[in-house]
């Protein structure tokens, strides 16, 4: 029998039996669909945290906490490590110290809600910094423009507001020059930011940054600070950068071993070093829960090939009873098997395509093409391999018995 013959008996075969066909291969296909959607979330993922952290630049540092204070109003530790302070920040910035540092930002960071003309607004973030923030951050301002280093020496109640804040307090109008309640405390806003965008469940866009004394005096508190944000002389000095930092905070906390550190330098490469790190082991996560459910749907397509061979069984005996040799029989269920893989697969591959398209979760998918090419040849794999075991059974029948089979 040439394969074209053996093809046209496998789709008739299938076609005999519908119902049980197509939902045979939904289960592959549903298989197929979260390989390619959950890998292309972890994708996206991945993309999106790169994509805010390259935002800040390359020649930026973060100076967090090692002991994990923020900037609460007590700032004392029960181990005795000092948090992060405004005076630190100064001791950063005095170039002597500290030549390959151009600017420092700290900043203290809460939650507000903002009302504007009786429309309210709970705000992601309300930063608490330095003008030099908007620089070593990447933050662009749209409209109006940037606070000064005068209105953080006297402490006035000025803001600027991330895009998403401006949107959902005053729509299309203009809010600069506007003032805004945030936390019970009036703020006259002098700048939007441009939209920076970005997926997740944090959104970049809604905040609202103001002169640090102001929002340590109306929300925070004078103690410590969440972390410090350090903008190197240029992208090749963040080494050295680190090194004087370190030095300097050693010398601010009383720390004489570097292996004791209660404060951490990151740059925005072991940043992205580490999310990779993570995105990795997500990523083979997603996979592993998605290659379940192809497991799955090669499970059905043995079950219901089993089933196929029982009934017929007879049809199996007079073929092989008027010479059909035991490769036509192995052929042809094999060919059915994985038929039910090539199309449900198929599918599957549309299905992933489109999926990918829907935001999930905050999170827009990036897919991955090896994935599509992968998902779909092990499906086609699955069906061989699955197929295998009914279709050896079948081409194994002796005539006689499956003859008398009822």
């Known amino acids: 029998m040439n394969p074209l013959e053996t093809l046209r008996f496998a789709v008739g075969g299938l076609a005999a039996n519908k119902v049980r066909s197509a939902l045979t291969m939904l289960g592959v296909l549903i298989g197929v669909a979260a390989v390619i959607i959950l890998l292309a979330v972890g994708n996206g993922s991945s993309q999106s945290v790169k994509d805010s952290i390259e935002k800040l630049g390359t020649n930026s540092l973060t100076i967090t906490s090692g002991t994990g204070f923020g900037g609460g109003r007590g700032g004392s530790s029960s181990t005795g490590t000092k948090p992060l302070t405004v005076d630190d920040a100064r001791a950063i910035a005095d170039t002597t110290a500290v030549p390959h540092v151009k600017s420092v930002a700290p900043e203290v960071t809460t939650s507000q809600t903002a009302v504007y003309d009786g429309t309210s607004h709970t705000v992601g973030q309300v930063v608490g910094t330095y003008p030099a923030y908007f620089e070593a951050s990447n933050s662009k301002v749209e409209k109006g423009d940037y606070f000064s280093a005068d209105d953080v020496l006297n ?80 992208s090749g000095a963040t080494t050295q950068a680190q ?11 009383g720390l004489k071993d570097p292996n004791s550190l209660d404060f951490s330098v990151s740059s925005q490469q072991s940043l992205l070093d580490t999310q990779s790190d993570t995105n990795k082991t997500f990523t083979v996560l997603l996979g592993a829960v998605a290659a379940i459910s192809l497991l799955v749907g090669g499970i059905g397509i043995t079950n219901i090939m089993l089933v196929t061979v029982t009934e017929r069984t007879r049809e199996i005996g007079i073929r092989k009873a008027i010479g059909a ?82």
Request: net charge neutral; proline share 6%; charged share 10%.
């Open 325 to 406: 040799p035991r490769g036509v029989i192995l052929g042809q269920f094999l060919a059915e098997s994985t038929l039910l893989s090539l199309i449900g697969g198929g599918l599957g591959v549309v299905g992933g395509l489109i999926g990918s398209h829907f935001t999930i979760v905050g999170i827009k998918p990036v897919i991955i093409p090896e994935s599509v090419w992968g998902a779909f040849a092990i499906a086609v794999a699955i069906g061989l391999f699955f197929g295998g075991y009914p279709a050896n059974r079948a081409a194994g029948l002796r005539p006689i018995e499956a003859l008398r089979h009822e």
């Open 243 to 253: 090194s004087e930092i370190t030095t300097v905070l050693m010398s601010q906390h």
């Open 155 to 234: 402490t006035r109640k000025v803001a600027v507001i991330g895009s998403t804040t401006a949107t959902d307090l005053f729509g299309t109008a203009n809010p600069v020059g506007k003032k805004v309640v945030i936390g019970g405390t009036p703020f006259t806003v002098v700048g939007v930011l441009a939209t920076k965008g970005g997926t997740g469940f944090q959104d970049p866009d809604d905040t609202v940054i103001a002169p640090l004394p102001t929002v340590q005096n109306a929300f925070t508190g004078f103690g410590s600070v969440n972390q410090i944000l350090v903008e190197a002389t240029s």
